[in-house]
């Protein structure tokens, strides 16, 4: 079955703690409630239109936190190995992005 996302409190909960560790990594979150479902917009301030977005979704009996590409990053009760793994994701591409734009 499809995963299935939880209520706005539990969500925003859920996503505030991730913010959290990823602001100690120097990312900067944005928390949006105004859809369907809570999300955080992660991206780094010199490349703001690279980053990646994180939703919380129940699946194999938990709440996981997952990115906009389907990647399941952690289990909810794990935000920091989350947030190692969403910068594992957006290193590289914010790094290329700040490179090309040093270089022109």
Do not use: F
């Amino acid at each position: 079955p499809l995963p299935t996302h939880p209520g706005l409190s539990r969500g925003r909960w859920h996503l505030t703690r991730l913010a959290r560790r990823l602001r100690r990594y120097d990312w900067t979150t944005e928390l949006r409630i105004d859809g369907p479902h809570p999300m955080l917009r992660v991206y780094a301030d010199n490349a703001p239109t690279i980053g990646e977005t994180v939703s919380v979704v129940w699946a194999n009996g938990a709440w996981w936190y997952q990115s906009s590409t389907g990647i399941w990053l952690a289990r909810c009760t794990r935000p920091r190995l989350a947030a190692d793994k969403v910068t594992v994701l957006l290193t590289p591409r914010v790094a290329l992005a700040t490179t090309r734009s040093e270089d022109e």
